[in-house]
Every structure is written in structure tokens, then in C-alpha cells.
């Protein structure tokens, strides 16, 4: 249903996309039905010259299935206060 919901949209507007609580989809299916569902979106988006946000708390997933959701996006953006320290001296 939501693949559906976000097809029509894109098929009516212009626009962009924020999915959130990607790890709620996790819980009630199961990763790769989530990648898959991203994938699809990923290419409905694409298609139609729209743009994708996905918000992603990267504790909740495994170190594969981070690799493996980067692989879906153009650019990953890590917020400053979860970035490791550097050292400036």
C-alpha cells in the first residue's frame, strides 16, 4: 500500500519524499522486504525527477545492512554530534 500511495503521488506531484521510521517497517516485516520497498520507491523516484529522504537511526541496523542501504542513495549524511572526534592537535 504504500508503494502504491507513493507511486500515485509522484504520478500527480512533483515534489519530495521523507520516509522516517524505516526501522519501524523492519520490526513488522524484515530488512530485505524494507530494501526492496526502497529500491522500488528509489526508482519511482527517479523516474518521475523527484527527490528521496530517508531518515535512518544507524544503531538499529547491522554494519551489512547500513552497506547495503548506502547503496541506494546518492549521498549519506551524518550529522556533526554523530561523527567520530578527531583529534586537531
Do not use: C, W
Not at 500500500?1 to 516485516?29: C, H, P, W
Request: hydrophobic share 45%.
Amino acid at each position: 500500500k504504500l508503494s502504491l500511495s507513493i507511486e500515485q503521488f509522484l504520478a500527480r506531484e512533483k515534489g519530495v519524499v521523507l520516509m522516517d521510521g524505516i526501522e519501524y517497517l523492519v520490526t513488522n516485516n524484515n530488512f530485505l522486504t524494507v530494501l526492496r520497498l526502497l529500491q522500488s520507491i528509489r526508482d519511482q523516484v527517479a523516474i518521475n525527477n523527484a527527490v528521496l529522504l530517508l531518515s535512518v537511526n544507524p544503531s538499529t541496523f547491522e554494519a551489512h545492512q547500513l552497506t547495503l542501504l548506502e547503496r541506494e542513495v546518492d549521498q549519506v549524511i551524518v550529522p556533526s554530534s554523530d561523527r567520530p572526534a578527531t583529534d586537531s592537535a
